[in-house]
Every structure is written in structure tokens, then in C-alpha cells.
């Protein structure tokens, strides 16, 4: 991408987000607001489809909880596939407040709606041939597909392709 198209690189990102910290703003807030933010936009695409959230290890996996809390208490059918263990304290407490039940593989899971969770801003390296099978799966199984930061496998600050990146229909 051309930087006069550039919204933010990662390390910018990431100063905007710890400038908000240094004022008080705790990470699992930011989480909340930026899971509640997307799931207002999941919401409306889904139309009363059920939807599969692919949540990864670190913050953009925390917010694929909140993401998936806030689709379920609407009453939308919601499943979690979570292939790693969040690595964040704010990823650990929003799994445990999503509650649901967390699968570690996409076995038969289908529906309306695919949100991408798995990696967010400042991957640099490509996926692992198992994440990206898992990723090209689901999306192949699902009707819409949607990215939180930008589709996994895909580099934050350059938009280089990392690996083979399934085509998705929103980015948030």
C-alpha cells in the first residue's frame, strides 16, 4: 500500500493504543470497545446467520471473544475455534468471559458468517501450512467472511502477501 493511502503502520498502532493506556484506559477496555465496535458491523452482515469467530493467541484473538459475546447475548448462533491458547492476560480473561465453548478445530463448522481473529496487526511472517489450511477452509464454508485489523497472513505495514490469504468480503 502506498503510505499516502496508509491509515496506520503497527508500531503507530501500537503508540495510539499505549498513549490511551498512560491515561488510564486499561487493555481489556480498548478490547471491549474494539470487539463491541465490530461485532455492531458482524451484526448487521449477518442477518441472523449464524457465525464461526477464528480467534488466534494474542489482543485481535481477545477481541474475537468479545466479538463472539456480544453476537451471542444478541442471540445469534455463535461458534469459537481457537487452535492456540491466548497469550495475553486481556485474551485470557476475554475467553473466560465469553464462556462458550472453544473448539480447537474447524471439524464440519459452517454457517453464515466467518470472522478472522486469528493474527491482527504486526505479523511479519508467514503462517504455518496449518493456520493457513484452517483459514481457507473456513472461509470456503461460510457465505461472508470478515477480517478484524486485516486478514490473517497478511502483513500490517505493507500489505505483502505472507502466504495464500483467502479473498474476504470486510475488513474492520
Same mark, same amino acid.
Given at each position: 500500500?502506498?503510505?499516502? $493511502?496508509? %491509515?496506520?503502520?503497527?508500531?503507530?498502532?501500537?503508540? !495510539? $493504543?499505549?498513549?490511551?493506556?498512560?491515561?488510564? /484506559?486499561?487493555?481489556?477496555?480498548?478490547?471491549?470497545?474494539?470487539?463491541?465496535? !465490530?461485532?455492531?458491523?458482524?451484526?448487521?452482515?449477518?442477518?441472523?446467520?449464524?457465525?464461526?469467530?477464528?480467534?488466534?493467541?494474542?489482543?485481535?484473538?481477545?477481541?474475537?471473544?468479545?466479538?463472539?459475546?456480544?453476537?451471542?447475548?444478541?442471540?445469534?448462533? %455463535?461458534?469459537?475455534?481457537?487452535?492456540?491458547?491466548?497469550?495475553?492476560?486481556?485474551?485470557?480473561?476475554?475467553?473466560?468471559?465469553?464462556?462458550?465453548?472453544?473448539?480447537?478445530?474447524?471439524?464440519?463448522?459452517?454457517?453464515?458468517?466467518?470472522?478472522?481473529?486469528?493474527?491482527?496487526?504486526?505479523?511479519?511472517?508467514?503462517?504455518?501450512?496449518?493456520? $493457513?489450511?484452517?483459514?481457507?477452509?473456513? !472461509?470456503?464454508?461460510?457465505?461472508?467472511?470478515?477480517?478484524?485489523?486485516?486478514?490473517?497472513?497478511?502483513?500490517?505495514?505493507?500489505? $505483502?502477501?505472507?502466504?495464500? /490469504?483467502?479473498?474476504?468480503?470486510?475488513?474492520?
Amino acid at each position: 500500500m502506498p503510505p499516502a $493511502e496508509q %491509515v496506520l503502520t503497527a508500531a503507530q498502532m501500537r503508540g !495510539a $493504543e499505549d498513549a490511551l493506556v498512560a491515561r488510564g /484506559v486499561s487493555v481489556d477496555e480498548l478490547m471491549q470497545r474494539a470487539g463491541q465496535g !465490530a461485532a455492531d458491523w458482524v451484526w448487521r452482515v449477518a442477518g441472523g446467520r449464524a457465525v464461526t469467530v477464528l480467534c488466534g493467541p494474542g489482543n485481535n484473538g481477545g477481541d474475537g471473544y468479545v466479538i463472539a459475546q456480544a453476537l451471542r447475548e444478541r442471540g445469534l448462533a %455463535v461458534a469459537v475455534i481457537a487452535p492456540l491458547d491466548p497469550k495475553t492476560d486481556a485474551a485470557r480473561k476475554a475467553r473466560a468471559a465469553w464462556g462458550g465453548s472453544v473448539a480447537q478445530a474447524a471439524d464440519g463448522i459452517h454457517g453464515g458468517v466467518f470472522v478472522d481473529c486469528l493474527f491482527g496487526s504486526g505479523l511479519t511472517r508467514p503462517l504455518s501450512a496449518e493456520h $493457513e489450511a484452517l483459514l481457507a477452509g473456513l !472461509a470456503a464454508r461460510h457465505a461472508f467472511t470478515v477480517a478484524v485489523d486485516l486478514p490473517s497472513g497478511v502483513a500490517t505495514d505493507d500489505g $505483502e502477501m505472507l502466504g495464500r /490469504v483467502p479473498r474476504f468480503d470486510l475488513t474492520l
